[in-house]
Each structure stands twice: as C-alpha cells, then as structure tokens.
C-alpha cells in the first residue's frame, strides 16, 4: 500500500468518524448554534451508546453540544419527537436547548438532532451507591417536573393518559410484536399467562388520578451529577401523564442499582411531603409489575432486533446480543419475582427464543 493510499484511508476513517461530524458542523451557519463567528471544531468525543441514541460531545468555538444520532433505524419519528418536546420546554429551562433537527438521512445514516450540552457525568459511568441523600435529590428531580403548572406550550405537550387498562394495552401490542418473531410455543404460553395475570388485576376506577408533567425516562443513564446536584438528559419520553407511572419506571428499571423496598420508602416520603397525592402509593405498587413485565418484552424485542440487524452500527458496538439477553434474563427474573411468570419457569433460558 503506497503513501498515498494510506493518506486517503486515513481521511476515509477520520469523516466516517468525528470527521464527520466535525466536517457538518463546519459547514453550518453559526446562526444555526447561537454563535456569531464562523464555526470551527476543536473536539469531538463520543460520549457512549444508550439503548435509542449514540451522543458525542462536539466543542465549537469554545461551546459544547451534543451531537446525538438515532439508533433505531426502524422508528423514523423519535427523533422529531424528542426535538419538539424540547422545544416546548424550552421556557421551562428544565432541559438543554435543542438548535437542530436533521431528519433526511442524507448527510449521515440515521436522523439527529444538536442540543446544548450539559456538565457532569451520568450516573451509569460513576460508581455510586443508592444512598438516603441521592434517593432524596432524585425525589426532588421527579417534583422539579411534577409540580410544575401545565400552561402555555406545555399544554401542547403528548397527554399519555396512563391507566392500568391503557398500559395493558401498551403491553399487548409489544407482545403481538414479540410473538412475531418468536416460534417457542412454551415461551409464548407463559408470557401470554403472565399477561393474563397483569390483566386479573385492576385499579379501582374509583380511583381517579391526576395528570402531571413527567419526564418519562428517570434513570441511572439519564442523570448527570456535577458538583453534587443532579441534572437530566433525554428528553424523548416527556408528556402528560399519571406521576405514579412516572415513579414505577424508575422504581423498576433505574439500573444495576434496583429501588430496593427502603429505597422507595425514602423516595416516597420525601415526594409526599412536597406533593399530596393520597393514593400515589397504591397506583406506584400496582404499576410496578406491569413496568417489570413491558421491560421484559422491550428486551427481548431489542435482542431480536440486534440479531436480525435492526439496529444502527454504533448501537451494536457497544450492546452485543449476548449482553442484550442477559439484561432480558434479569428482568425475567423479576416477573418471577412479581408472580407475575410463575416461578416454575426461573430456569428457563431466554437464548431459547432469542
């Protein structure tokens, strides 16, 4: 191979990489990031891989964005989504400003958006334990949200009318996904019994539930600590929805480090002593099965999707399939664990089916 071939494979390497990047940021007007002089790129850090988004850290005269690129191929809309749900919020200034959506696919091969950058690192990169203290400032970061009033653009914002029937039919619908792509006719016994379970039970309709402004997606990954106080990222999931389905999701899928029964007494104590809610506490142990169970078949579809090559390149650089059925068999475990699988099927192994 002659120098210059080498010379051209280098380049080749560095634009399908932070080049990239840095060669779009460069072509853009500096209007179009709040910045006056022309644009010019001194870093580009890829920050890592979530479950929907690939982020990187650009650094353009002397500001930090973020650069963050669809992982999911398949769903054209979630990054439109994200962006406008940002940009109602806006005003709220409990979020990063967004300054561009490019949803094409032309210049790179999935859609993106540019948002500002916040300081701090993610919990899921520190080590850190689920103390009293950091279980007090995560009940507050849910309040910052919850107790906001519903006005102006926020009225404009996805009302998620969550209830326990409405959820069952979320789940379904993830479970006629899931069954399409599966044959074990024992699998799909027991997943469709567990089903059935969820369904038996029910929230007395006397019970009627307020709706408040929610995050959505609270989790290890999603909050950033810098000098001691917690701040959000991803925004995809925000809407208008019942607080205690907000709660029940962190509850469940907040990380390595599950919400254990002291933990959400801490959580909760501290929430209803800025927010009055007298059936929160029902409404949060009645969602927190169902949460575990639609968790469960998110993962198996996401497996499924890795192996069939569904999902973006950047994804499955970092989430192999072997790492995807392993966090599908700890949530399986805690259906078990719910009663919501029966407990006969503890050693049952996923790989079967994925």
Same mark, same amino acid.
């Given at each position: 191979?002659?120098?210059?071939?080498?010379?051209?494979?280098?380049?080749?390497?560095?634009?399908?990489?932070?080049?990239? $990047?840095?060669?779009?940021?460069?072509?853009?007007?500096?209007?179009?990031?709040?910045?006056?002089?022309?644009?010019?790129?001194?870093?580009?850090?890829?920050?890592?891989?979530?479950?929907?988004?690939?982020?990187?850290?650009?650094?353009?005269?002397?500001?930090?964005?973020?650069?963050?690129?669809?992982?999911?191929?398949?769903?054209?809309?979630?990054?439109?989504?994200?962006?406008?749900?940002?940009?109602?919020?806006?005003?709220?200034?409990?979020?990063?400003?967004?300054?561009?959506?490019?949803?094409?696919?032309?210049?790179?091969?999935?859609?993106?958006?540019?948002?500002?950058?916040?300081?701090?690192?993610?919990?899921?990169?520190?080590?850190?334990?689920?103390?009293?203290?950091?279980?007090?400032?995560?009940?507050?970061?849910?309040?910052?949200?919850?107790?906001?009033?519903?006005?102006?653009?926020?009225?404009?914002?996805?009302?998620?009318?969550?209830?326990?029937?409405?959820?069952?039919?979320?789940?379904?619908?993830?479970?006629?996904?899931?069954?399409?792509?599966?044959?074990?006719?024992?699998?799909?016994?027991? $997943?469709?019994?567990?089903?059935?379970?969820?369904?038996?039970?029910?929230?007395?309709?006397? $019970?009627?539930?307020?709706?408040?402004?929610?995050?959505? =997606?609270?989790?290890?990954?999603?909050?950033?600590?810098?000098?001691?106080?917690?701040?959000?990222?991803?925004?995809?999931?925000?809407?208008?929805?019942?607080?205690?389905?907000?709660?029940?999701?962190?509850?469940?899928?907040?990380?390595?480090?599950?919400?254990?029964?002291?933990?959400?007494?801490?959580?909760?104590?501290?929430?209803?002593?800025?927010?009055?809610?007298?059936?929160?506490?029902?409404?949060?142990?009645?969602?927190?099965?169902?949460?575990?169970?639609?968790?469960?078949?998110?993962?198996?579809?996401?497996?499924?999707?890795?192996?069939?090559?569904?999902?973006?390149?950047?994804?499955?650089?970092?989430?192999?399939?072997?790492?995807?059925?392993?966090?599908?068999?700890?949530?399986?475990?805690?259906? $078990?664990? =719910?009663?919501?699988?029966?407990?006969?099927?503890?050693?049952?192994?996923?790989?079967?089916?994925?």
């Amino acid at each position: 191979m002659n120098a210059k071939t080498k010379r051209a494979l280098k380049q080749l390497r560095a634009f399908e990489g932070g080049g990239k $990047i840095k060669f779009y940021f460069e072509g853009l007007k500096p209007s179009k990031l709040g910045l006056k002089e022309k644009v010019r790129v001194s870093l580009v850090e890829k920050l890592g891989t979530g479950a929907n988004n690939a982020n990187f850290l650009v650094v353009a005269n002397g500001k930090k964005f973020i650069f963050r690129l669809n992982m999911l191929l398949f769903e054209r809309n979630k990054t439109r989504d994200e962006f406008n749900n940002l940009k109602l919020i806006e005003k709220a200034r409990i979020a990063p400003r967004a300054w561009i959506l490019d949803d094409a696919r032309k210049v790179f091969d999935s859609d993106f958006i540019v948002l500002d950058y916040i300081e701090g690192k993610t919990l899921n990169n520190i080590k850190y334990d689920l103390s009293e203290e950091l279980v007090r400032k995560i009940a507050r970061l849910f309040l910052g949200f919850h107790l906001m009033p519903i006005k102006g653009n926020l009225l404009k914002l996805p009302r998620d009318e969550v209830n326990y029937e409405a959820l069952l039919n979320h789940i379904k619908k993830r479970y006629d996904s899931v069954s399409k792509m599966v044959s074990d006719k024992e699998f799909l016994g027991f $997943i469709k019994k567990g089903y059935n379970n969820l369904k038996a039970k029910s929230l007395a309709k006397k $019970i009627v539930h307020p709706i408040v402004l929610t995050h959505g =997606d609270i989790a290890e990954q999603n909050i950033v600590l810098y000098k001691g106080k917690l701040g959000l990222v991803d925004f995809e999931g925000v809407s208008i929805t019942d607080p205690a389905a907000d709660i029940a999701y962190t509850f469940t899928q907040f990380g390595k480090k599950e919400f254990g029964e002291k933990q959400r007494e801490i959580f909760l104590n501290e929430y209803l002593k800025h927010r009055k809610d007298e059936t929160l506490r029902e409404r949060v142990k009645v969602f927190m099965p169902m949460k575990n169970f639609g968790d469960l078949l998110w993962a198996i579809e996401q497996a499924l999707r890795i192996k069939k090559g569904l999902m973006h390149k950047s994804y499955v650089e970092k989430n192999t399939l072997n790492g995807a059925i392993s966090y599908a068999q700890v949530v399986f475990g805690r259906c $078990i664990r =719910d009663g919501t699988i029966d407990k006969r099927y503890r050693n049952f192994d996923l790989r079967r089916v994925i």
